[in-house]
């Protein structure tokens, strides 16, 4: 069946980096545009990066854009999410999603990053 296992998170000091990883299984990974978004207490989920199943081009919220970099190994079937200089503020649950068209939409069960200040 269709896993997305995330790993990585932890707590952290602001300035401080973290490496997140998510390992994918049970479905055509290269097919899938992969993605990472966050839900903080009290707030909605909000998309985080995003890289397309063929790997040209990548996109970010403001919010993390020069901190935050999103990758892909389509021969392990893994995707990463490499941040720096974490602030408080990127405190949340963090999220794997793939994603095929407007049907195929599946989720990993999230990990925590806690950033303290």
């Known amino acids: 069946q269709v896993q997305l296992v995330e790993s990585g998170g932890g707590l952290v000091q602001a300035g401080g980096s973290l490496t997140l990883s998510c390992a994918a299984s049970?479905?055509?990974?290269?097919?899938?545009?992969m993605s990472w978004y966050r839900q903080a207490p009290g707030k909605e989920r909000e998309l985080v990066a995003t890289i397309p199943s063929v790997i040209d081009t990548t996109n970010y919220a403001d919010s993390v854009k020069g901190r935050f970099t999103i990758s892909r190994d389509n021969g392990q079937n893994m995707v990463y999410l490499q941040m720096n200089s974490l602030k408080p503020e990127d405190t949340a649950v963090y999220f794997c999603?793939?994603?095929?068209?407007?049907?195929?939409?599946?989720w990993g069960q999230g990990t925590q990053v806690t950033v303290s200040s």
């Open positions: 999603n793939a994603r095929r068209g407007y049907a195929l939409d599946f």
């Open positions: 049970g479905f055509p990974f290269s097919a899938y545009v």
